[in-house]
């Protein structure tokens, strides 16, 4: 009896071990693991809608993640957080805050839903024009990894630069006026 009780008790334990040990994160993720630590100061990652072109400069990569954009934030930005070496400053369209929601449902829904996810950030608002153009300036030398969602409402990119985590802007700044000072300049 105790043997048929084992075996019963293995038989319904095994499916969930092997779900457990066989559980991997999604590929978009896996990505976004093992490019972070290469990636540094000047590196992008993008997190775009379903409409998103498909780039063609050298060092533009993209990945389907067949996830919810904001999913996709959330871990990005938490990676970026952990991370020793870099910290995150995020643009975003500037068309987004006239998308109305008789044009594109669920418009309004999302603004709130961002902005709650990127609470504590500093955004950036560009034309979607002049960032897709820094993009495509920056993939020819340096590497920008994008994460296209399911996404369906247009504008509704985000765009994170990296920067050094453990340089601030302003020890840059200092550092090149010591520099002109120094050189008379």
């Given amino acids: 009896m105790r043997r048929s009780l084992l075996v019963?008790?293995?038989?319904?334990?095994?499916?969930?071990?092997?779900?457990?040990?066989?559980?991997?994160?999604?590929?978009?993720?896996?990505?976004?693991?093992?490019?972070?630590?290469?990636?540094?100061?000047?590196?992008?990652?993008?997190?775009?809608?379903?409409?998103?072109?498909?780039?063609?400069?050298?060092?533009?990569?993209?990945?389907?993640?067949?996830?919810?954009?904001?999913?996709?934030?959330?871990?990005?930005?938490?990676?970026?957080?952990?991370?020793?070496?870099?910290?995150?400053?995020?643009?975003?369209?500037?068309?987004?805050?006239?998308?109305p929601d008789t044009d594109a449902p669920g418009a309004s829904a999302y603004r709130q839903q961002m902005a709650a996810a990127l609470h504590g950030h500093a955004i950036e608002s560009l034309p979607h024009d002049r960032i897709i153009a820094n993009i495509d300036d920056t993939g020819k030398l340096f590497h920008i990894l994008i994460l296209k969602t399911s996404l369906t409402i247009p504008y509704s990119s985000v765009f994170i630069r990296l920067n050094c985590k453990y340089w601030?802007?302003?020890?840059?700044?200092?550092?090149?006026?010591r520099m002109a000072e120094a050189s008379g300049k």
């Fill in 168 to 177: 601030s802007d302003d020890a840059e700044n200092r550092l090149r006026a």
């Fill in 8 to 99: 019963l008790a293995l038989v319904a334990f095994t499916p969930l071990l092997a779900l457990a040990q066989g559980a991997r994160p999604a590929p978009w993720k896996a990505k976004v693991d093992a490019e972070l630590p290469l990636l540094g100061h000047r590196n992008w990652i993008l997190i775009v809608d379903s409409a998103y072109p498909l780039q063609t400069s050298p060092g533009v990569e993209t990945v389907e993640t067949n996830a919810d954009e904001l999913d996709v934030v959330r871990y990005v930005l938490n990676a970026v957080h952990h991370a020793i070496h870099v910290r995150p400053e995020i643009y975003m369209d500037a068309e987004l805050p006239y998308v």
